[in-house]
């Protein structure tokens, strides 16, 4: 008796897997055909898919807050604070190397964005591997406009994207004769897979020069990653 019902449970197991396996793999299916159809845009512009993947949720980095000594020390070089001053009344340069923490960092690009829509919850961090991690829900058609582009050519070409995306991106700085190059990207949880951004790696840098100066006013010379300190060298904005 007790193997009878030994075997009865077995049995309603191993349906219960199977049924889980047979959902799992239609899933799959279904992700795997609209993104070789759709791309990108396809997963998003599916409700269901979208709330699966998690393309709706930021990538939250561990960024502790600011200390008072490193926030005085970047009023300090920058000559201003940044949190007070009226940026568009910035109309000089000032030539220096800033060495910050990630958290020294993420206060930094927050406080100088010219428009602070461009990106929300903006973070900064760094990888064990000397990589730049960055984190932001990103307006898209703001992003495609800083870096000289527009939202209306690149969904001619990839479909209708939505007007706000959860990026997270790993950034190597030191990358075949010093160049930098997207080690990784992910839309919300879904991981960007490397045929799509590779190819632009050539021109990683000149991306960052049109955002840094574009958005935060920043003529970026340098920016380079070491024992989770992060150096911005350029012409920084001044009174």
Known sequence: MEREQFQKKKSKILKRVAILLAVFMSLFLII???????GI????QNKFLSNIMGLDKQQILTVPSITIQEEDKIKSELGFDPKTQNLSELKGHKTMTMTLTPQGTTYLM?????EKNIVNNLMVSTTNKNELEISAIADV?????????????????????????PVYSTLSTNYKGNNSAITSIKVGSFDVPGSIYTSI????????????????????????IEN??????????AP
Not at 32 to 38: D, I, M, T
């Open 32 to 38: 795997a055909l609209v993104y070789s159809r759709f």
């Open 41 to 44: 845009a396809g997963l998003f």
């Open 110 to 114: 927050n406080s100088l964005l010219k």
């Open 141 to 165: 058609a703001l992003i495609c406009k800083m870096v000289g582009e527009n939202k209306e050519s690149i969904e001619s070409s990839i479909g209708e994207l939505p007007d706000k995306v």
């Open 201 to 224: 790696n050539g021109s990683i840098d000149s991306g960052l020069d049109l955002f840094f100066e574009n958005a935060l006013g920043i003529k970026l010379e340098n920016i380079s």
């Open 228 to 237: 989770n300190q992060i150096t911005l060298s350029g012409d920084f904005p």
